[in-house]
Protein backbone atom coordinates (compact mmCIF):
# COMPACT_ATOMS: atom_id res chain seq x y z
CA UNK A 1 0.00 0.00 0.00
CA UNK A 2 1.46 3.33 -1.13
CA UNK A 3 2.21 5.85 1.34
CA UNK A 4 -0.48 8.18 2.03
CA UNK A 5 1.26 12.12 2.41
CA UNK A 6 -0.47 14.45 4.63
CA UNK A 7 -1.86 17.11 2.20
CA UNK A 8 -3.70 14.14 -0.26
CA UNK A 9 -5.14 13.48 3.65
CA UNK A 10 -6.88 17.15 3.44
CA UNK A 11 -7.55 17.03 -0.22
CA UNK A 12 -9.41 14.17 0.27
CA UNK A 13 -12.10 15.79 2.83
CA UNK A 14 -14.27 17.44 0.32
CA UNK A 15 -14.53 14.48 -1.63
CA UNK A 16 -15.30 12.34 1.32
CA UNK A 17 -17.81 14.72 1.98
CA UNK A 18 -20.35 13.33 -1.03
CA UNK A 19 -19.72 9.90 -0.50
CA UNK A 20 -22.28 7.38 0.98
CA UNK A 21 -21.60 4.37 2.36
CA UNK A 22 -23.26 1.39 0.44
CA UNK A 23 -25.19 -0.75 2.87
CA UNK A 24 -26.98 -3.91 1.82
CA UNK A 25 -29.75 -5.69 3.46
CA UNK A 26 -29.25 -9.43 4.86
CA UNK A 27 -25.45 -9.06 3.99
CA UNK A 28 -22.81 -8.88 6.94
CA UNK A 29 -19.55 -7.22 6.51
CA UNK A 30 -16.40 -7.60 8.77
CA UNK A 31 -15.65 -4.43 10.81
CA UNK A 32 -12.42 -3.64 12.11
CA UNK A 33 -12.50 -5.53 15.84
CA UNK A 34 -9.14 -4.84 16.41
CA UNK A 35 -8.59 -2.75 19.75
CA UNK A 36 -6.01 0.12 19.79
CA UNK A 37 -5.80 2.86 21.94
CA UNK A 38 -4.21 5.96 22.64
CA UNK A 39 -2.49 7.46 25.73
CA UNK A 40 -4.36 10.11 27.84
CA UNK A 41 -0.57 11.39 28.44
CA UNK A 42 -1.16 10.29 31.73
CA UNK A 43 0.26 7.55 33.32
CA UNK A 44 -2.45 7.28 36.64
CA UNK A 45 -5.35 7.73 34.40
CA UNK A 46 -3.46 5.16 31.44
CA UNK A 47 -3.28 2.30 34.40
CA UNK A 48 -6.92 3.32 35.10
CA UNK A 49 -8.42 3.57 31.75
CA UNK A 50 -6.15 -0.04 30.89
CA UNK A 51 -3.75 1.98 28.34
CA UNK A 52 -5.58 5.09 27.34
CA UNK A 53 -8.49 5.84 25.66
CA UNK A 54 -10.30 4.10 22.66
CA UNK A 55 -10.17 4.54 19.02
CA UNK A 56 -14.21 4.75 17.79
CA UNK A 57 -15.27 4.78 21.31
CA UNK A 58 -16.66 7.89 23.05
CA UNK A 59 -15.75 9.27 26.34
CA UNK A 60 -17.35 11.44 29.17
CA UNK A 61 -15.41 13.80 31.24
CA UNK A 62 -17.46 15.54 33.07
CA UNK A 63 -16.59 17.24 37.15
CA UNK A 64 -16.72 20.46 38.45
CA UNK A 65 -15.50 23.68 37.65
CA UNK A 66 -11.43 24.00 37.15
CA UNK A 67 -11.62 20.05 37.72
CA UNK A 68 -8.73 19.79 34.71
CA UNK A 69 -11.63 18.39 31.97
CA UNK A 70 -10.11 20.88 29.37
CA UNK A 71 -6.36 20.39 30.59
CA UNK A 72 -6.67 16.09 30.70
CA UNK A 73 -8.28 16.52 26.94
CA UNK A 74 -6.29 18.36 25.17
CA UNK A 75 -2.58 16.94 27.39
CA UNK A 76 -4.65 13.36 25.08
CA UNK A 77 -4.99 15.52 22.29
CA UNK A 78 -1.02 15.96 22.21
CA UNK A 79 -0.38 12.53 22.41
CA UNK A 80 -2.57 11.83 19.01
CA UNK A 81 -0.34 13.95 16.76
CA UNK A 82 3.16 11.72 18.37
CA UNK A 83 0.77 8.68 16.10
CA UNK A 84 2.07 7.96 12.29
CA UNK A 85 -1.44 8.24 10.50
CA UNK A 86 -0.23 5.50 7.65
CA UNK A 87 1.68 3.15 10.42
CA UNK A 88 -0.15 3.62 13.69
CA UNK A 89 3.62 3.82 15.54
CA UNK A 90 5.13 6.26 17.69
CA UNK A 91 7.06 9.48 15.36
CA UNK A 92 8.30 11.76 17.09
CA UNK A 93 9.24 13.38 13.74
CA UNK A 94 5.68 14.17 13.17
CA UNK A 95 6.53 13.49 9.52
CA UNK A 96 2.59 12.05 8.66
CA UNK A 97 0.72 12.72 12.06
CA UNK A 98 -2.57 11.87 13.04
CA UNK A 99 -4.53 15.06 13.64
CA UNK A 100 -7.08 16.43 16.28
CA UNK A 101 -10.23 18.25 16.11
CA UNK A 102 -11.01 20.66 19.05
CA UNK A 103 -14.76 21.57 18.71
CA UNK A 104 -15.10 24.74 21.18
CA UNK A 105 -18.88 25.28 21.35
CA UNK A 106 -17.98 27.99 24.94
CA UNK A 107 -15.33 30.13 22.40
CA UNK A 108 -13.07 29.77 25.67
CA UNK A 109 -10.09 27.83 24.15
CA UNK A 110 -6.94 29.43 24.63
CA UNK A 111 -4.13 28.80 22.77
CA UNK A 112 -1.00 29.69 24.82
CA UNK A 113 -2.20 27.24 27.35
CA UNK A 114 -2.92 24.61 24.44
CA UNK A 115 0.65 25.08 23.65
CA UNK A 116 2.01 24.72 27.46
CA UNK A 117 0.06 21.25 27.06
CA UNK A 118 1.85 20.21 24.07
CA UNK A 119 -0.88 20.72 21.36
CA UNK A 120 -0.34 22.82 18.77
CA UNK A 121 -3.47 24.70 16.64
CA UNK A 122 -2.63 24.96 13.11
CA UNK A 123 0.03 22.38 13.35
CA UNK A 124 0.11 18.76 12.42
CA UNK A 125 -3.81 18.87 10.73
CA UNK A 126 -5.50 20.30 14.08
CA UNK A 127 -8.02 22.45 13.78
CA UNK A 128 -10.18 24.54 16.99
CA UNK A 129 -13.34 25.61 15.63
CA UNK A 130 -16.20 27.52 17.39
CA UNK A 131 -19.18 25.67 16.72
CA UNK A 132 -22.94 27.08 17.83
CA UNK A 133 -25.72 24.90 17.93
CA UNK A 134 -26.24 21.74 18.90
CA UNK A 135 -27.36 20.23 15.82
CA UNK A 136 -24.76 22.00 13.99
CA UNK A 137 -22.12 20.01 16.23
CA UNK A 138 -23.82 16.96 15.29
CA UNK A 139 -24.26 17.25 11.52
CA UNK A 140 -20.33 18.55 12.17
CA UNK A 141 -18.93 16.10 14.07
CA UNK A 142 -20.60 13.54 12.10
CA UNK A 143 -19.22 14.48 8.83
CA UNK A 144 -15.80 14.77 10.11
CA UNK A 145 -16.30 11.23 11.40
CA UNK A 146 -17.01 10.22 7.60
CA UNK A 147 -14.21 12.28 6.23
CA UNK A 148 -11.33 10.01 8.00
CA UNK A 149 -9.33 12.74 8.60
CA UNK A 150 -9.18 13.17 12.39
CA UNK A 151 -8.28 10.42 14.84
CA UNK A 152 -9.69 12.38 18.25
CA UNK A 153 -12.55 14.78 18.38
CA UNK A 154 -12.98 16.77 21.41
CA UNK A 155 -15.88 18.56 21.79
CA UNK A 156 -16.37 20.81 24.83
CA UNK A 157 -18.76 20.91 25.71
CA UNK A 158 -22.54 19.05 25.90
CA UNK A 159 -23.64 22.44 28.43
CA UNK A 160 -24.28 24.35 25.12
CA UNK A 161 -25.84 21.56 22.83
CA UNK A 162 -29.29 23.66 22.46
CA UNK A 163 -30.49 23.90 18.93
CA UNK A 164 -29.60 26.96 17.26
CA UNK A 165 -33.15 27.89 16.59
CA UNK A 166 -33.19 28.08 21.05
CA UNK A 167 -29.83 30.15 20.83
CA UNK A 168 -31.14 32.75 17.97
CA UNK A 169 -34.35 32.76 19.04
CA UNK A 170 -36.37 34.96 21.18
CA UNK A 171 -36.00 34.81 25.53
CA UNK A 172 -38.71 33.77 26.48
CA UNK A 173 -39.15 31.03 23.79
CA UNK A 174 -40.06 27.49 25.48
CA UNK A 175 -36.81 25.54 25.32
CA UNK A 176 -37.87 22.36 27.80
CA UNK A 177 -36.22 19.32 26.88
CA UNK A 178 -34.90 20.67 23.49
CA UNK A 179 -31.07 20.09 24.87
CA UNK A 180 -31.87 16.51 25.97
CA UNK A 181 -33.78 15.60 22.81
CA UNK A 182 -30.49 17.10 20.58
CA UNK A 183 -27.89 15.32 22.62
CA UNK A 184 -30.36 11.80 22.20
CA UNK A 185 -29.90 12.61 18.22
CA UNK A 186 -26.55 13.44 18.39
CA UNK A 187 -25.63 10.39 19.77
CA UNK A 188 -27.10 8.08 17.32
CA UNK A 189 -26.21 9.89 14.75
CA UNK A 190 -22.94 9.90 15.84
CA UNK A 191 -22.49 5.85 17.06
CA UNK A 192 -23.92 4.91 13.71
CA UNK A 193 -20.76 7.26 12.28
CA UNK A 194 -18.38 5.93 14.31
CA UNK A 195 -19.78 2.32 13.43
CA UNK A 196 -19.76 2.99 9.50
CA UNK A 197 -15.82 3.81 10.00
CA UNK A 198 -14.75 0.19 11.46
CA UNK A 199 -15.60 -0.77 7.92
CA UNK A 200 -14.03 1.75 6.19
CA UNK A 201 -10.66 1.23 8.64
CA UNK A 202 -10.47 -2.24 8.63
CA UNK A 203 -7.12 -3.00 10.17
CA UNK A 204 -6.23 0.47 10.49
CA UNK A 205 -8.16 1.71 13.78
CA UNK A 206 -5.88 4.53 14.95
CA UNK A 207 -7.99 6.53 11.91
CA UNK A 208 -11.22 5.68 13.71
CA UNK A 209 -11.95 8.61 16.00
CA UNK A 210 -12.26 8.68 19.43
CA UNK A 211 -14.68 11.45 20.96
CA UNK A 212 -14.37 13.28 24.06
CA UNK A 213 -17.37 14.69 25.43
CA UNK A 214 -17.05 17.34 28.33
CA UNK A 215 -19.48 17.20 30.44
CA UNK A 216 -20.05 19.81 33.72
CA UNK A 217 -20.79 17.90 36.82
CA UNK A 218 -23.00 19.08 39.58
CA UNK A 219 -23.48 17.33 43.45
CA UNK A 220 -26.40 14.36 43.28
CA UNK A 221 -29.40 16.03 45.74
CA UNK A 222 -29.54 15.16 49.36
CA UNK A 223 -26.60 12.25 48.86
CA UNK A 224 -25.43 11.18 51.48
CA UNK A 225 -21.84 9.98 49.99
CA UNK A 226 -21.46 12.99 48.54
CA UNK A 227 -21.35 11.89 45.03
CA UNK A 228 -21.49 13.82 41.65
CA UNK A 229 -22.78 13.67 38.03
CA UNK A 230 -23.07 14.76 34.88
CA UNK A 231 -25.43 17.32 33.59
CA UNK A 232 -25.43 15.70 30.11
CA UNK A 233 -28.22 13.49 30.78
CA UNK A 234 -29.38 9.59 30.20
CA UNK A 235 -28.30 9.33 26.55
CA UNK A 236 -24.50 10.26 26.69
CA UNK A 237 -24.25 7.70 29.53
CA UNK A 238 -25.98 5.08 27.89
CA UNK A 239 -23.93 6.01 24.72
CA UNK A 240 -20.28 6.38 26.62
CA UNK A 241 -17.71 3.52 26.31
CA UNK A 242 -16.32 5.02 29.27
CA UNK A 243 -17.11 7.84 31.90
CA UNK A 244 -14.50 9.63 33.92
CA UNK A 245 -15.03 11.87 36.79
CA UNK A 246 -12.55 14.14 37.88
CA UNK A 247 -12.15 16.25 40.93
CA UNK A 248 -9.52 17.77 43.06
CA UNK A 249 -8.32 16.11 46.17
CA UNK A 250 -9.20 17.68 49.59
CA UNK A 251 -6.08 18.94 50.84
CA UNK A 252 -4.13 21.68 51.91
CA UNK A 253 -4.44 24.04 49.19
CA UNK A 254 -2.15 26.86 50.45
CA UNK A 255 0.42 24.10 50.82
CA UNK A 256 0.08 22.37 47.58
CA UNK A 257 0.16 25.93 45.59
CA UNK A 258 3.25 26.68 47.59
CA UNK A 259 4.98 23.61 45.83
CA UNK A 260 3.70 24.62 42.74
CA UNK A 261 1.85 21.09 42.78
CA UNK A 262 -2.29 20.47 42.35
CA UNK A 263 -3.38 16.87 43.64
CA UNK A 264 -5.84 15.61 41.17
CA UNK A 265 -8.24 12.52 41.48
CA UNK A 266 -10.03 10.77 38.46
CA UNK A 267 -12.45 8.22 38.91
CA UNK A 268 -13.59 5.56 36.36
CA UNK A 269 -17.34 5.81 36.25
CA UNK A 270 -18.20 2.97 33.63
CA UNK A 271 -15.69 1.21 31.00
CA UNK A 272 -17.49 -1.05 28.81
CA UNK A 273 -14.21 -2.80 27.59
CA UNK A 274 -12.53 -3.01 31.58
CA UNK A 275 -13.31 -3.12 35.30
CA UNK A 276 -14.99 0.26 35.90
CA UNK A 277 -14.16 1.32 39.71
CA UNK A 278 -10.14 2.29 39.36
CA UNK A 279 -9.44 5.32 40.95
CA UNK A 280 -6.24 7.31 39.34
CA UNK A 281 -4.62 9.83 41.62
CA UNK A 282 -1.72 12.50 40.22
CA UNK A 283 -0.49 15.02 40.37
CA UNK A 284 -0.43 18.56 38.03
CA UNK A 285 2.01 21.68 37.67
CA UNK A 286 0.40 24.62 38.51
CA UNK A 287 3.34 26.48 37.51
CA UNK A 288 6.80 26.13 36.13
CA UNK A 289 9.06 24.32 38.20
CA UNK A 290 12.23 22.66 37.45
CA UNK A 291 11.29 19.22 36.07
CA UNK A 292 7.67 20.28 34.78
CA UNK A 293 5.94 23.24 33.01
CA UNK A 294 2.58 24.79 34.48
CA UNK A 295 -0.30 22.17 33.15
CA UNK A 296 1.97 18.85 33.05
CA UNK A 297 1.79 15.99 34.76
CA UNK A 298 4.64 14.11 36.85
CA UNK A 299 4.31 11.08 35.14
CA UNK A 300 7.95 10.21 35.90
CA UNK A 301 7.30 9.88 39.64
CA UNK A 302 4.50 8.28 39.08
CA UNK A 303 6.47 5.67 36.80
CA UNK A 304 9.22 5.41 39.99
CA UNK A 305 6.73 4.90 42.75
CA UNK A 306 5.00 1.42 40.79
CA UNK A 307 8.14 0.14 39.87
CA UNK A 308 9.20 0.34 44.00
CA UNK A 309 5.67 -0.80 45.07
CA UNK A 310 5.87 -3.51 43.09
CA UNK A 311 9.19 -4.43 43.42
CA UNK A 312 10.40 -4.57 40.16
CA UNK A 313 13.96 -2.81 40.73
CA UNK A 314 15.90 -5.83 42.80
CA UNK A 315 19.36 -4.56 43.75
CA UNK A 316 22.46 -6.35 41.95
CA UNK A 317 25.78 -6.57 42.81
CA UNK A 318 26.37 -4.18 39.47
CA UNK A 319 23.55 -2.19 40.52
CA UNK A 320 19.96 -1.70 39.84
CA UNK A 321 17.68 -4.15 37.43
CA UNK A 322 15.01 -2.36 36.03
CA UNK A 323 12.99 -3.78 33.07
CA UNK A 324 16.16 -5.53 31.61
CA UNK A 325 18.70 -3.12 31.91
CA UNK A 326 21.29 -2.49 34.94
CA UNK A 327 21.56 0.93 36.40
CA UNK A 328 24.04 1.87 39.23
CA UNK A 329 21.19 4.04 40.82
CA UNK A 330 17.87 4.31 40.63
CA UNK A 331 18.04 8.68 39.55
CA UNK A 332 20.42 7.17 36.71
CA UNK A 333 17.38 5.74 35.39
CA UNK A 334 14.59 8.27 35.98
CA UNK A 335 16.89 11.20 34.23
CA UNK A 336 17.20 8.86 31.55
CA UNK A 337 13.49 8.89 31.40
CA UNK A 338 13.36 12.57 31.82
CA UNK A 339 16.04 12.89 28.48
CA UNK A 340 14.60 10.57 26.33
CA UNK A 341 11.22 10.49 25.60
CA UNK A 342 11.47 8.09 23.60
CA UNK A 343 12.55 5.06 26.21
CA UNK A 344 10.06 6.78 28.28
CA UNK A 345 7.21 5.76 25.91
CA UNK A 346 8.56 2.34 26.27
CA UNK A 347 8.62 2.46 30.09
CA UNK A 348 5.49 3.41 29.88
CA UNK A 349 4.19 0.71 27.55
CA UNK A 350 5.69 -2.24 29.57
CA UNK A 351 4.07 -1.11 32.79
CA UNK A 352 0.70 -0.76 31.50
CA UNK A 353 1.13 -4.26 29.96
CA UNK A 354 1.92 -5.74 33.31
CA UNK A 355 -1.70 -3.85 34.49
CA UNK A 356 -3.46 -5.30 30.70
CA UNK A 357 -1.72 -8.86 31.31
CA UNK A 358 -2.95 -9.38 34.82
CA UNK A 359 0.57 -9.50 36.38
CA UNK A 360 -0.82 -6.40 38.32
CA UNK A 361 -3.76 -6.26 39.53
CA UNK A 362 -5.25 -2.58 40.44
CA UNK A 363 -7.38 -1.99 43.68
CA UNK A 364 -10.83 -1.34 42.97
CA UNK A 365 -12.76 1.00 44.92
CA UNK A 366 -16.41 0.36 46.14
CA UNK A 367 -18.52 2.50 44.21
CA UNK A 368 -21.56 3.04 46.06
CA UNK A 369 -25.29 2.66 45.16
CA UNK A 370 -26.82 6.11 42.71
CA UNK A 371 -29.86 7.83 44.53
CA UNK A 372 -32.21 6.04 41.77
CA UNK A 373 -30.90 2.25 43.02
CA UNK A 374 -30.69 3.38 47.01
CA UNK A 375 -34.81 4.32 46.14
CA UNK A 376 -35.33 1.13 44.27
CA UNK A 377 -33.93 -0.67 47.08
CA UNK A 378 -35.88 1.39 49.30
CA UNK A 379 -38.94 0.82 47.78
CA UNK A 380 -38.25 -3.48 47.46
CA UNK A 381 -37.41 -3.74 51.26
CA UNK A 382 -40.66 -1.85 51.74
CA UNK A 383 -42.86 -4.15 49.50
CA UNK A 384 -41.09 -6.91 51.25
CA UNK A 385 -41.81 -5.79 54.85
CA UNK A 386 -45.54 -5.46 53.46
CA UNK A 387 -45.91 -8.43 52.30
CA UNK A 388 -44.09 -10.20 55.35
CA UNK A 389 -47.30 -8.54 57.30
CA UNK A 390 -49.95 -9.60 55.08
CA UNK A 391 -48.63 -12.98 55.44
CA UNK A 392 -48.22 -12.73 59.47
CA UNK A 393 -52.40 -11.70 58.95
CA UNK A 394 -52.71 -13.61 57.03
CA UNK A 395 -51.82 -16.76 59.18
CA UNK A 396 -53.18 -15.73 62.32
CA UNK A 397 -56.45 -15.41 60.66
CA UNK A 398 -55.99 -18.74 59.61
CA UNK A 399 -55.27 -20.06 63.01
CA UNK A 400 -58.27 -18.38 64.66
CA UNK A 401 -60.61 -20.03 62.48
CA UNK A 402 -58.91 -23.47 62.91
CA UNK A 403 -59.59 -22.76 66.56
CA UNK A 404 -62.92 -22.06 66.43
Known amino acids: M ?9 DRREKKRSELLKKKKGTFREACYIRRQVSSGNYALDKALYSGFHFGRIHEVFGGESSGKTTASLI ?39 QKLGFMRRMYGNNVDYICGGDVACDTVKDLISDDIYSMIIVDCTDQFYPLDILEGEIGMNDLGMKARTLSKTMRKWQTALAQAQYRNKGFPWRIPAIILLSHGTPIFMDQHGRWESDAGNQVRFYSSVRIYLSKLKIQTDSSASHGIGAMQATIKKNKLNTAGHIAKYDIALKDLDNLKA ?6 KAIMTDLNDWEMCPKTKKGYEILGGIYKTKKEF ?6 EPEFLYHVWNLMTEKVNSGVVTL ?21 NSINDLAKKKLTKKKETNDNE
Open 363 to 383: DVEDIPLSQSEEQEADIQITQ
Open 76 to 114: AAAQVNKINYETGKLDLTYSNPCSVMFADMEETADESWE
Open 295 to 300: GQIDNI
Open 2 to 10: SEVTFEERM
Open 334 to 339: KEKMYT
